[in-house]
T-cell receptor, first 112, second 110 residues
Framework: EPEVTQTPSHQVTQMGQEVILRCVPI?????FYWYRQILGQKVEFLVS????????KSEIFDDQFSVERPDGSNFTLKIRSTKLEDSAMYFC??????????FGPGTRLTVL | GEDVEQSLFLSVREGDSSVINCTYT??????LYWYKQEPGAGLQLLTY?????DMKQDQRLTVLLNKKDKHLSLRIADTQTGDSAIYFC??????????FGAGTTVTVRA
């Protein structure tokens, strides 16, 4: 069964450093998403991406964040200058239409 | 606004039925979803219901939707130890995002 994959599973970085989180969505899907879950809190929407552009983004997704689909398979989330409060689990998701979203296993980001 | 509410904890005996309740706010949500998260794992799509349906059954899972009260429930029949997890209700307030509840931690005791 096709699934969304994410790498790395755990990323540790120093405050102020740039990180890139990688995702490989399900191959025939056209819509891509990033969410985050701070420990013990709700899963929060960050951004959606379709047809090579951002469809919607939340207030959390400020200028420090960017997304890219650099080739036909990868979908990345870049945080330009990480802050302590960016520590969270980051989930990538994809869907074939703008409905049922399938999630990856997540990347745990720890900012020290 | 978008605010999905769920009770935080549910303890159930193995073999009994579990019922997890959720209220949502966006009446325009086309679909409503239930996701399952096991410890240290990602979000697994369990089931979803189209907003013009009242009920959907999928093996041991039954979803009930009351649109008037904006109430969604998930019933798990014959609950097993492998059903211990956090269950998230989610609405789709727009085409391009999901809004999640805080999750209900289900503990199955022998």
């Amino acid at each position: 069964e096709p699934e969304v994959t994410q790498t790395p599973s755990h990323q540790v970085t120093q405050m102020g450093q740039e990180v890139i989180l990688r995702c490989v969505p399900i191959s025939n899907h056209l819509y891509f998403y990033w969410y985050r879950q701070i420990l013990g809190q709700k899963v929060e929407f960050l951004v959606s991406f379709y047809n090579n552009e951002i469809s919607e983004k939340s207030e959390i997704f400020d200028d420090q964040f960017s997304v890219e689909r650099p080739d036909g398979s990868n979908f990345t989330l870049k945080i330009r200058s990480t802050k302590l409060e960016d520590s969270a689990m980051y989930f990538c998701a994809s869907s074939s239409q703008s409905d049922t979203q399938y999630f990856g296993p997540g990347t745990r980001l720890t900012v020290l | 606004g978008e605010d999905v509410e769920q009770s935080l904890f549910l303890s159930v005996r193995e073999g009994d039925s579990s019922v997890i309740n959720c209220t949502y706010t966006d009446s325009s949500s086309t679909y409503l979803y239930w996701y399952k998260q096991e410890p240290g794992a990602g979000l697994q799509l369990l089931t979803y219901i189209f907003s013009n349906m009242d009920m959907k059954q999928d093996q041991r899972l039954t979803v009930l939707l009351n649109k008037k009260d904006k109430h969604l429930s998930l019933r798990i029949a014959d609950t097993q130890t492998g059903d211990s997890a956090i269950y998230f209700c989610a609405e789709s307030p727009g085409d391009y995002k999901l809004s999640f509840g805080a999750g209900t931690t289900v503990t199955v005791r022998a």
